[in-house]
């Protein structure tokens, strides 16, 4: 498994401060965000899961705990919108270039709009994916939502 993906590249060209995390990814999980947190035994507040969306038609990403449900009219809300839904996964994959169970908001083959759950701010760290089923990133909060210049707004039910 490489720890180098395109989501560590492009947090090591906007210079942030991170730490790469590896774990036992189980295919099949149901809840994958639930399942990285414990298998790096952190909470799920500090373990966020990667959302797209799609509000009034257009592809945004929601980043939030994994053990938080999307409000769709705090999501669309949040990027200005009138309606919010979830991507289909194909679509997903095709938005960003990474794989369901490996999507981050890092490095995504397409720039799009990125909210963070305001709630993660609270916390001392934060844990993404890294754009690989398995590999995660450590970093700030604060350094999260610079490097993906990601708005923070409420975005769980």
């Given at each position: ?8 590249q492009a947090l090591h060209k906007a210079g942030a ?141």
């Amino acid at each position: 498994m490489s720890k180098t993906t395109r989501a560590t590249q492009a947090l090591h060209k906007a210079g942030a401060a991170f730490e790469v995390l590896t774990y036992d990814y189980q295919s099949g999980a149901e809840r994958i965000g639930l399942q990285a947190a414990a298998a790096i035994g952190e909470p799920p507040s500090r373990v966020l899961k990667t959302l797209m969306v799609l509000v009034d038609g257009k592809p945004a990403c929601c980043v939030v705990p994994s053990d938080g449900e999307l409000s769709m009219k705090r999501v669309a809300a949040a990027f200005g919108g009138k309606a919010a839904t979830m991507m289909p996964p194909a679509e997903a994959e095709k938005a960003t270039g990474y794989h369901v169970g490996g999507i981050s908001p890092f490095g995504a083959k397409k720039r799009l709009p990125v909210a963070i759950e305001a709630a993660a701010l609270a916390e001392p760290y934060v844990i993404i994916n890294a754009g690989q089923r398995g590999v995660m990133v450590r970093l700030s909060p604060a350094e999260a939502v610079r490097v993906l210049e990601a708005v923070t707004e409420p975005l769980l039910a």
